[in-house]
Protein backbone atom coordinates (compact mmCIF):
# COMPACT_ATOMS: atom_id res chain seq x y z
CA UNK A 1 0.00 0.00 0.00
CA UNK A 2 1.59 3.24 -0.69
CA UNK A 3 1.19 6.74 0.77
CA UNK A 4 2.05 7.33 4.58
CA UNK A 5 -0.36 6.01 7.83
CA UNK A 6 -0.56 7.45 10.80
CA UNK A 7 -2.19 5.56 13.66
CA UNK A 8 -3.34 8.06 16.93
CA UNK A 9 -5.30 8.26 19.41
CA UNK A 10 -3.15 5.46 21.10
CA UNK A 11 -4.36 4.62 24.67
CA UNK A 12 -0.89 3.01 25.39
CA UNK A 13 1.76 2.61 22.61
CA UNK A 14 4.27 -0.60 23.53
CA UNK A 15 7.72 0.23 21.81
CA UNK A 16 10.09 -2.23 23.54
CA UNK A 17 12.67 0.38 22.65
CA UNK A 18 14.69 0.16 26.54
CA UNK A 19 16.39 3.39 25.15
CA UNK A 20 13.94 5.26 26.68
CA UNK A 21 11.58 5.79 29.35
CA UNK A 22 8.46 3.33 30.35
CA UNK A 23 10.44 0.83 31.55
CA UNK A 24 11.01 -2.63 29.86
CA UNK A 25 8.21 -2.22 27.46
CA UNK A 26 9.36 1.29 26.53
CA UNK A 27 5.49 2.24 26.98
CA UNK A 28 4.65 5.74 25.60
CA UNK A 29 1.13 7.85 25.96
CA UNK A 30 -0.71 10.08 23.92
CA UNK A 31 1.76 8.81 21.19
CA UNK A 32 1.38 8.35 17.68
CA UNK A 33 2.84 5.99 14.81
CA UNK A 34 3.73 7.21 11.04
CA UNK A 35 4.00 4.53 8.85
CA UNK A 36 5.64 5.05 5.08
CA UNK A 37 7.04 1.51 2.70
CA UNK A 38 6.16 -0.73 5.29
CA UNK A 39 8.03 0.51 7.44
CA UNK A 40 8.09 2.66 11.07
CA UNK A 41 9.02 6.13 9.94
CA UNK A 42 8.69 8.36 13.45
CA UNK A 43 7.20 7.49 17.12
CA UNK A 44 6.50 10.32 18.99
CA UNK A 45 3.83 12.97 20.61
CA UNK A 46 0.57 12.91 19.01
CA UNK A 47 1.06 16.89 19.04
CA UNK A 48 3.75 16.90 17.10
CA UNK A 49 2.32 13.89 14.31
CA UNK A 50 3.55 15.01 10.89
CA UNK A 51 0.97 14.71 8.15
CA UNK A 52 -0.10 11.49 6.67
CA UNK A 53 -1.78 10.63 3.71
CA UNK A 54 -4.34 8.15 5.81
CA UNK A 55 -5.21 8.00 9.51
CA UNK A 56 -6.04 5.09 12.01
CA UNK A 57 -8.08 6.10 14.71
CA UNK A 58 -6.97 3.70 17.40
CA UNK A 59 -9.46 4.98 19.43
CA UNK A 60 -7.91 4.57 22.95
CA UNK A 61 -6.82 1.45 22.56
CA UNK A 62 -3.58 -0.18 23.23
CA UNK A 63 -1.06 -0.75 20.23
CA UNK A 64 1.75 -3.59 20.47
CA UNK A 65 4.49 -4.55 18.30
CA UNK A 66 2.88 -8.01 16.26
CA UNK A 67 3.68 -10.29 18.39
CA UNK A 68 6.22 -13.28 17.46
CA UNK A 69 5.55 -16.50 17.23
CA UNK A 70 9.03 -18.32 17.31
CA UNK A 71 8.12 -22.35 17.33
CA UNK A 72 5.40 -23.71 15.01
CA UNK A 73 4.73 -26.71 13.09
CA UNK A 74 1.95 -25.80 10.49
CA UNK A 75 2.82 -28.12 7.59
CA UNK A 76 1.17 -31.65 8.22
CA UNK A 77 -2.24 -33.20 7.69
CA UNK A 78 -4.62 -34.88 10.18
CA UNK A 79 -5.58 -33.92 13.16
CA UNK A 80 -5.06 -36.25 16.80
CA UNK A 81 -8.58 -34.79 18.43
CA UNK A 82 -9.21 -38.41 19.38
CA UNK A 83 -5.70 -38.48 20.91
CA UNK A 84 -6.09 -35.40 22.59
CA UNK A 85 -9.62 -36.63 24.05
CA UNK A 86 -7.79 -39.84 25.12
CA UNK A 87 -4.86 -38.08 27.13
CA UNK A 88 -7.45 -35.70 28.72
CA UNK A 89 -9.01 -38.84 30.15
CA UNK A 90 -5.91 -40.06 31.94
CA UNK A 91 -3.66 -40.89 29.03
CA UNK A 92 0.34 -39.80 29.21
CA UNK A 93 2.31 -37.83 25.96
CA UNK A 94 4.94 -39.85 24.88
CA UNK A 95 5.56 -38.35 21.34
CA UNK A 96 4.71 -41.05 19.92
CA UNK A 97 1.84 -39.76 18.26
CA UNK A 98 3.99 -37.62 15.89
CA UNK A 99 3.94 -41.06 13.75
CA UNK A 100 0.23 -40.79 12.99
CA UNK A 101 0.77 -36.92 11.52
CA UNK A 102 3.32 -38.19 9.68
CA UNK A 103 1.55 -41.10 7.93
CA UNK A 104 -0.93 -38.28 7.39
CA UNK A 105 1.55 -35.69 5.82
CA UNK A 106 3.51 -37.99 3.07
CA UNK A 107 0.19 -39.09 1.69
CA UNK A 108 -1.52 -35.68 1.63
CA UNK A 109 -0.62 -33.34 -1.61
CA UNK A 110 1.11 -30.39 -1.72
CA UNK A 111 -2.39 -27.85 -2.36
CA UNK A 112 -3.79 -29.95 1.20
CA UNK A 113 -0.77 -29.00 3.21
CA UNK A 114 -0.88 -25.43 1.35
CA UNK A 115 -4.20 -24.99 2.50
CA UNK A 116 -3.36 -25.83 6.12
CA UNK A 117 -0.44 -23.47 6.26
CA UNK A 118 -2.52 -20.69 4.71
CA UNK A 119 -5.50 -21.38 7.35
CA UNK A 120 -2.99 -21.47 10.35
CA UNK A 121 -1.55 -18.74 9.29
CA UNK A 122 -3.98 -16.55 8.61
CA UNK A 123 -5.53 -17.69 12.15
CA UNK A 124 -2.30 -16.74 13.83
CA UNK A 125 -2.48 -13.13 11.73
CA UNK A 126 -6.04 -12.39 13.36
CA UNK A 127 -4.61 -13.00 16.78
CA UNK A 128 -1.66 -10.76 16.41
CA UNK A 129 1.00 -12.52 14.79
CA UNK A 130 2.85 -10.73 12.34
CA UNK A 131 5.88 -12.82 11.97
CA UNK A 132 5.94 -17.11 12.47
CA UNK A 133 8.55 -19.68 12.18
CA UNK A 134 7.79 -22.70 10.63
CA UNK A 135 9.30 -25.85 10.82
CA UNK A 136 9.15 -29.08 8.77
CA UNK A 137 9.39 -32.29 10.55
CA UNK A 138 6.05 -34.82 9.47
CA UNK A 139 7.65 -35.78 6.26
CA UNK A 140 11.22 -37.53 7.28
CA UNK A 141 11.66 -38.24 4.00
CA UNK A 142 14.16 -36.29 1.53
CA UNK A 143 11.61 -35.41 -1.00
CA UNK A 144 8.28 -35.00 2.07
CA UNK A 145 10.70 -32.69 4.05
CA UNK A 146 11.97 -30.98 0.95
CA UNK A 147 8.18 -30.09 0.18
CA UNK A 148 6.93 -29.47 3.49
CA UNK A 149 10.09 -26.46 3.72
CA UNK A 150 9.36 -24.97 0.29
CA UNK A 151 5.97 -24.80 1.52
CA UNK A 152 6.65 -23.06 4.32
CA UNK A 153 8.89 -20.73 2.34
CA UNK A 154 5.44 -19.42 0.51
CA UNK A 155 4.55 -18.14 4.10
CA UNK A 156 7.77 -17.10 6.19
CA UNK A 157 11.43 -16.28 5.88
CA UNK A 158 11.97 -18.45 9.31
CA UNK A 159 11.67 -22.03 7.89
CA UNK A 160 13.04 -24.62 10.22
CA UNK A 161 14.27 -28.36 8.57
CA UNK A 162 13.46 -30.49 11.18
CA UNK A 163 14.16 -33.44 9.82
CA UNK A 164 14.88 -35.00 13.12
CA UNK A 165 11.50 -34.52 14.73
CA UNK A 166 11.39 -38.43 15.45
CA UNK A 167 12.46 -41.28 14.08
CA UNK A 168 9.84 -42.82 11.20
CA UNK A 169 9.12 -46.14 11.84
CA UNK A 170 10.61 -47.33 8.78
CA UNK A 171 14.32 -46.46 10.29
CA UNK A 172 13.32 -47.85 14.05
CA UNK A 173 15.47 -50.57 14.43
CA UNK A 174 18.70 -48.75 12.82
CA UNK A 175 18.51 -44.63 13.79
CA UNK A 176 22.23 -44.14 13.02
CA UNK A 177 20.97 -44.67 9.23
CA UNK A 178 18.43 -42.57 9.54
CA UNK A 179 21.07 -39.87 11.32
CA UNK A 180 23.35 -40.58 8.13
CA UNK A 181 20.50 -39.85 5.93
CA UNK A 182 19.06 -36.34 7.73
CA UNK A 183 22.87 -35.36 7.00
CA UNK A 184 23.10 -36.66 3.71
CA UNK A 185 20.66 -36.47 1.24
CA UNK A 186 18.11 -34.62 2.96
CA UNK A 187 19.59 -31.61 4.56
CA UNK A 188 21.27 -31.05 0.90
CA UNK A 189 17.53 -30.80 -0.06
CA UNK A 190 16.09 -29.18 2.23
CA UNK A 191 18.89 -26.43 3.06
CA UNK A 192 18.03 -24.10 -0.16
CA UNK A 193 14.52 -23.47 1.73
CA UNK A 194 15.74 -23.24 5.58
CA UNK A 195 17.19 -20.78 7.51
CA UNK A 196 17.35 -22.64 10.74
CA UNK A 197 17.64 -26.19 11.93
CA UNK A 198 16.26 -27.95 14.51
CA UNK A 199 16.68 -31.69 16.47
CA UNK A 200 14.01 -33.15 18.72
CA UNK A 201 16.57 -33.69 21.76
CA UNK A 202 14.71 -36.09 23.72
CA UNK A 203 14.61 -39.27 25.17
CA UNK A 204 12.29 -41.54 22.62
CA UNK A 205 14.08 -38.78 19.72
CA UNK A 206 17.39 -38.31 19.44
CA UNK A 207 19.76 -38.90 21.57
CA UNK A 208 22.85 -35.83 22.50
CA UNK A 209 25.50 -37.50 19.97
CA UNK A 210 23.32 -37.68 17.08
CA UNK A 211 21.61 -34.18 17.83
CA UNK A 212 25.26 -32.97 17.80
CA UNK A 213 25.59 -34.61 14.68
CA UNK A 214 22.84 -33.07 12.86
CA UNK A 215 23.31 -29.81 14.27
CA UNK A 216 26.75 -29.87 13.03
CA UNK A 217 25.66 -30.83 9.63
CA UNK A 218 23.35 -27.76 9.24
CA UNK A 219 25.44 -25.16 10.60
CA UNK A 220 28.23 -26.20 8.38
CA UNK A 221 26.01 -25.38 5.43
CA UNK A 222 24.78 -22.29 7.19
CA UNK A 223 21.65 -23.04 9.02
CA UNK A 224 21.04 -21.75 12.39
CA UNK A 225 20.62 -23.58 15.29
CA UNK A 226 17.57 -24.47 17.34
CA UNK A 227 17.02 -27.03 19.83
CA UNK A 228 13.87 -29.01 21.37
CA UNK A 229 15.05 -29.63 24.68
CA UNK A 230 13.99 -30.88 28.25
CA UNK A 231 10.78 -31.03 27.48
CA UNK A 232 9.60 -33.95 28.60
CA UNK A 233 12.35 -34.71 31.61
CA UNK A 234 16.25 -33.49 32.10
CA UNK A 235 18.44 -33.92 29.86
CA UNK A 236 21.39 -32.76 27.33
CA UNK A 237 19.39 -30.46 25.22
CA UNK A 238 19.88 -27.18 26.60
CA UNK A 239 23.99 -27.18 27.53
CA UNK A 240 24.14 -28.59 23.46
CA UNK A 241 22.07 -25.67 22.47
CA UNK A 242 24.89 -23.48 24.25
CA UNK A 243 27.56 -25.10 23.56
CA UNK A 244 26.65 -24.98 19.85
CA UNK A 245 25.29 -21.31 20.30
CA UNK A 246 21.58 -22.14 19.21
CA UNK A 247 19.96 -19.19 18.84
CA UNK A 248 16.90 -20.80 20.80
CA UNK A 249 16.15 -23.95 23.09
CA UNK A 250 12.78 -24.64 23.51
CA UNK A 251 10.51 -26.12 25.64
CA UNK A 252 12.79 -25.85 28.86
CA UNK A 253 10.68 -27.67 31.11
CA UNK A 254 12.72 -29.52 33.30
CA UNK A 255 15.88 -27.88 33.99
CA UNK A 256 18.64 -28.25 36.51
CA UNK A 257 20.41 -25.65 38.19
CA UNK A 258 23.36 -26.30 35.12
CA UNK A 259 21.12 -25.40 32.73
CA UNK A 260 19.79 -22.26 34.34
CA UNK A 261 23.27 -21.18 34.81
CA UNK A 262 24.36 -21.74 31.33
CA UNK A 263 21.50 -20.00 29.42
CA UNK A 264 22.27 -17.22 31.85
CA UNK A 265 25.88 -17.34 31.19
CA UNK A 266 24.83 -16.54 27.33
CA UNK A 267 23.11 -13.26 28.68
CA UNK A 268 20.99 -10.93 27.08
CA UNK A 269 20.61 -9.72 23.64
CA UNK A 270 21.30 -5.81 24.72
CA UNK A 271 24.44 -6.82 26.75
CA UNK A 272 25.49 -10.00 24.75
CA UNK A 273 24.13 -8.93 21.31
CA UNK A 274 22.66 -11.43 19.26
CA UNK A 275 25.24 -14.11 18.09
CA UNK A 276 25.85 -14.60 21.75
CA UNK A 277 22.76 -15.06 23.48
CA UNK A 278 20.51 -18.24 23.52
CA UNK A 279 17.08 -17.65 24.32
CA UNK A 280 14.87 -19.74 26.44
CA UNK A 281 11.63 -20.23 24.58
CA UNK A 282 8.86 -21.52 26.58
CA UNK A 283 5.53 -23.25 25.04
CA UNK A 284 3.34 -22.93 27.86
CA UNK A 285 0.56 -24.49 25.03
CA UNK A 286 2.01 -27.72 24.99
CA UNK A 287 2.10 -27.91 28.91
CA UNK A 288 -1.64 -27.34 29.04
CA UNK A 289 -2.21 -29.53 26.13
CA UNK A 290 -0.48 -32.37 27.51
CA UNK A 291 -1.80 -31.70 31.03
CA UNK A 292 1.89 -31.16 32.29
CA UNK A 293 3.84 -29.24 34.96
CA UNK A 294 4.65 -25.81 32.94
CA UNK A 295 8.51 -24.79 32.89
CA UNK A 296 9.63 -22.42 35.41
CA UNK A 297 9.74 -18.53 34.07
CA UNK A 298 10.58 -17.04 37.22
CA UNK A 299 13.88 -19.17 37.68
CA UNK A 300 14.86 -18.34 34.59
CA UNK A 301 14.32 -14.52 34.38
CA UNK A 302 15.98 -14.00 37.77
CA UNK A 303 18.83 -15.81 36.90
CA UNK A 304 19.31 -13.35 34.00
CA UNK A 305 18.51 -15.72 30.84
CA UNK A 306 16.22 -14.33 27.74
CA UNK A 307 12.76 -15.86 27.85
CA UNK A 308 10.49 -15.94 24.68
CA UNK A 309 7.10 -17.51 24.05
CA UNK A 310 5.81 -19.12 21.31
CA UNK A 311 2.60 -21.63 20.56
CA UNK A 312 4.39 -24.65 19.46
CA UNK A 313 1.49 -24.60 17.36
CA UNK A 314 1.06 -28.71 16.29
CA UNK A 315 -1.40 -31.19 16.00
CA UNK A 316 -0.26 -33.40 18.57
CA UNK A 317 1.00 -31.49 21.91
CA UNK A 318 -0.25 -27.46 21.24
CA UNK A 319 -3.24 -26.92 18.91
CA UNK A 320 -3.34 -23.41 19.40
CA UNK A 321 -2.21 -20.57 17.33
CA UNK A 322 -2.80 -17.94 19.74
CA UNK A 323 -0.13 -15.83 21.22
CA UNK A 324 -2.72 -13.70 23.80
CA UNK A 325 -3.34 -17.41 25.18
CA UNK A 326 -0.02 -18.47 26.11
CA UNK A 327 0.83 -14.22 27.09
CA UNK A 328 -2.33 -15.37 30.00
CA UNK A 329 -0.85 -18.68 30.75
CA UNK A 330 2.59 -17.35 31.27
CA UNK A 331 1.45 -14.86 33.82
CA UNK A 332 -1.36 -17.12 35.49
CA UNK A 333 1.08 -20.12 35.44
CA UNK A 334 4.82 -19.00 34.76
CA UNK A 335 4.95 -16.11 37.43
CA UNK A 336 5.63 -13.82 34.57
CA UNK A 337 4.37 -10.31 35.12
CA UNK A 338 2.08 -9.38 32.43
CA UNK A 339 4.92 -7.24 31.50
CA UNK A 340 7.31 -9.50 31.19
CA UNK A 341 4.71 -11.82 29.15
CA UNK A 342 4.59 -9.34 26.25
CA UNK A 343 7.86 -8.67 25.86
CA UNK A 344 9.09 -12.35 25.39
CA UNK A 345 6.10 -12.32 22.88
CA UNK A 346 6.88 -9.86 20.35
CA UNK A 347 11.06 -8.91 21.39
CA UNK A 348 11.77 -12.20 23.38
CA UNK A 349 10.50 -13.97 19.96
CA UNK A 350 12.46 -11.69 17.74
CA UNK A 351 15.66 -12.04 19.72
CA UNK A 352 14.74 -16.26 19.48
CA UNK A 353 15.05 -15.59 15.80
CA UNK A 354 18.09 -13.05 15.66
CA UNK A 355 16.07 -10.39 14.03
CA UNK A 356 16.10 -6.65 15.09
CA UNK A 357 13.36 -5.99 12.58
CA UNK A 358 10.29 -7.14 13.90
CA UNK A 359 9.36 -7.39 17.79
CA UNK A 360 10.06 -3.36 18.42
CA UNK A 361 8.50 -0.34 17.25
CA UNK A 362 10.91 2.54 16.51
CA UNK A 363 11.92 4.01 13.43
CA UNK A 364 12.91 1.54 10.53
CA UNK A 365 11.22 -1.30 12.45
CA UNK A 366 8.97 -3.30 10.01
CA UNK A 367 5.39 -1.74 10.33
CA UNK A 368 4.12 -4.75 12.24
CA UNK A 369 1.72 -3.87 15.09
CA UNK A 370 -1.48 -4.72 16.60
CA UNK A 371 -4.41 -2.38 17.79
CA UNK A 372 -6.24 -3.83 21.03
CA UNK A 373 -10.04 -3.25 21.73
CA UNK A 374 -8.63 -2.43 25.37
CA UNK A 375 -6.46 0.66 26.95
CA UNK A 376 -3.67 -1.61 28.15
CA UNK A 377 -1.27 -4.65 27.31
CA UNK A 378 -2.51 -5.64 30.75
CA UNK A 379 -5.64 -6.88 29.62
CA UNK A 380 -3.93 -9.59 27.47
CA UNK A 381 -3.43 -11.82 30.66
CA UNK A 382 -6.42 -10.06 32.55
CA UNK A 383 -9.07 -10.76 29.89
CA UNK A 384 -8.12 -14.38 28.52
CA UNK A 385 -9.90 -15.93 25.80
CA UNK A 386 -11.23 -12.55 24.87
CA UNK A 387 -10.98 -11.39 21.15
CA UNK A 388 -9.30 -8.39 21.84
CA UNK A 389 -6.96 -8.29 18.49
CA UNK A 390 -8.91 -5.21 16.49
CA UNK A 391 -6.30 -4.39 14.05
CA UNK A 392 -3.24 -5.82 12.66
CA UNK A 393 -0.71 -4.06 10.46
CA UNK A 394 1.71 -6.12 8.54
CA UNK A 395 4.45 -4.67 6.53
CA UNK A 396 2.14 -1.51 6.99
CA UNK A 397 -0.85 -3.01 5.83
CA UNK A 398 -4.07 -3.51 7.51
CA UNK A 399 -5.44 -7.27 7.86
CA UNK A 400 -8.38 -6.97 9.58
CA UNK A 401 -11.08 -4.37 8.92
CA UNK A 402 -9.62 -1.49 5.95
ZN1 LIG B 1 7.88 -28.03 18.69
Not at 225 to 242: K, W
Amino acid sequence: MRGSLLVDNIGELVTNDIGGEGGPLGIRRHAAVLVEDGQVAWVGPARDAPAADRRIDAEGGAVLPGFVDSHAHLVFAGDRAAEFAARMAGEPYTGGGIRTTVGATRAASDDELRATVRRLRGEAMRQGTTTIEIKSGYGLTVADEARSLRIAAEFTEDTTFLGAHVVPAEYADRPDDYVGMVCGPMLAAAAPYARWIDVFCERGAFDVDHARAILACGQAVGLGVRVHANQLGPGPGVQLGVELGAASVDHCTHLTDADVDALASTGTTWVSGFELTTVATLLPGAEFSTRSPYPDARRLLDAGATVALATDCNPGSSYTSSMPFCIALAVREMRMTPAEAVWAATAGGAAALRRTDVGRLARGARADLVILDAPSHLHLAYRPGVPLIRQVLHNGVPQCRP
